[in-house]
Structures are given as C-alpha cells and as structure tokens.
T-cell receptor, first 114, second 114 residues
Framework: AQKVTQAQTEISVVEKEDVTLDCVYE???????LFWYKQPPSGELVFLIR??????QNEISGRYSWNFQKSTSSFNFTITASQVVDSAVYFC???????????FGKGTRLHILP | DTGVSQDPRHKITKRGQNVTFRCDPI?????LYWYRQTLGQGPEFLTY????????KSRLLSDRFSAERPKGSFSTLEIQRTEQGDSAMYLC????????????FGPGTRLTVT
C-alpha cells in the first residue's frame, strides 16, 4: 500500500536559519514519483518538485534542496536561509506508475519567525 | 489567467442541503481530478476524469457525491444532503495526457456545513 509520512507536524525557526522537512514513503512499486507541494495561507497548492524513483540525484533550486534516498525511503526537503515568505504548509506526496492519483502526507506547517 | 479555476471559493450551507461546485481546468488538459482536504490533513483523492469519462472513484466518494464532466471540459461536483462531516476544502486539479503526475491545482472551494 502507498503511504507518505511527515512526522513533523509543525516547525518554527527564526528567519535565515536552515530547516529540513522530513518525508518517509512506502510503496511496493519499483517505479514511482515523489513530490513536494507548498500550500501558503491562500490555500492554493504550489508544485515544487517531482522526482522519479530511478533518479536519486539530489537537486538544488535556489534556496531549496531535496535529498532522495531509496535505501531509507526518504525524500527530505531543506530550505536554506529561510525567509518569512517560506511560511506555509508543505506536503510530500507519492504516485505509483499507472496509478493516476497522488497520495499526500499530512503536511508540515512551517513558521518562519522574523 | 490560464490556471485551474474553481467556483465558488467559499460555500456555507445548512445540513441537509445540496451543493454543487464547478472546476474549469487548464484548457488543453484532458484529465481532471477532485481531491478533498480536511483541516490538518493532506488532500485525499476523490475521483478523476479523462475527457468526459470518469475512470476512478475513491471509497471516500459516498453515494451522496456525484461528479460529472459532460463535455470533457469543466466539471461539477455535487454533494446531496450535506452533513457536517462534509466540511472541507474541495480541490480540483488538471493534467495533460501521459503527464498525469504533473497535476496543476486550483484554489479550492471551502465548504462549511452548519
């Protein structure tokens, strides 16, 4: 069965600190996709990244970076030098190939304090 | 604006009333998805369409829920005899063909059942 676990319900850090959001997933498939979405207070889900299961290279996009480790079934997200605008709920998600729905974790609410 | 749009953005209704929500996907997208998000949870898949065909329905979609996409463009989600447990954010997403994992989300319709 598919499952995504985000153990951190809520995190608060002071602006400019680095913060890592954890994500652990479960799947029986060998081909799958992992995602991170941001949901700001306005409510709209904003796509951040998609990785497929065959690409374990870490990715960096500006202040954002992602660490995908199949050995531990983890897909962690790090924000470097956090800013107040990063405050949002962040969702990790999983989709198995051939299954058209996305399974979301419960989200981590991130507060960046000025 | 060529993103996914949803109407209304907010709906307050009394228990037992019927409600209908509308989703307009990105124009060239042939797949349309409905998700439900309750407070403190991640979005949960409800159903999806490819063109006008409804291809999958979640067990979450009780008999009181019905979704249509009559001409393969916009979609409606109707909830009959609403219950307080139906209070949630209803999210619509769309994607193009084989890139089903690239789902673009709308702003959602927040339903409050009193």
């Amino acid at each position: 069965a598919q499952k995504v676990t985000q153990a951190q319900t809520e995190i608060s850090v002071v602006e400019k600190e680095d913060v890592t959001l954890d994500c652990v997933y479960e799947t029986r498939d060998t081909t799958y996709y992992l995602f991170w979405y941001k949901q700001p207070p306005s409510g709209e889900l904003v796509f951040l990244i998609r990785r497929n299961s065959f690409d374990e290279q870490n990715e960096i996009s500006g202040r954002y970076s992602w660490n995908f480790q199949k050995s531990t079934s983890s897909f962690n997200f790090t924000i470097t030098a956090s800013q107040v605008v990063d405050s949002a709920v962040y969702f990790c998600a999983l989709s198995e190939q051939g299954d058209d729905k996305i399974i979301f974790g419960k989200g981590t609410r991130l507060h960046i304090l000025p | 604006d060529t993103g996914v749009s949803q109407d209304p953005r907010h709906k307050i209704t009394k228990r037992g009333q019927n409600v209908t929500f509308r989703c307009d996907p990105i124009s060239e997208h042939n797949r349309l998805y409905w998700y439900r998000q309750t407070l403190g949870q991640g979005p949960e898949f409800l159903t999806y369409f490819q063109n006008e065909a409804q291809l999958e329905k979640s067990r979450l979609l009780s008999d009181r829920f019905s979704a249509e996409r009559p001409k393969g463009s916009f979609s409606t989600l109707e909830i009959q005899r609403t219950e307080q447990g139906d209070s949630a954010m209803y999210l619509c997403a769309s994607s193009l063909g084989v890139n089903y994992y690239e789902q673009y989300f709308g702003p959602g319709t927040r339903l409050t059942v009193t």
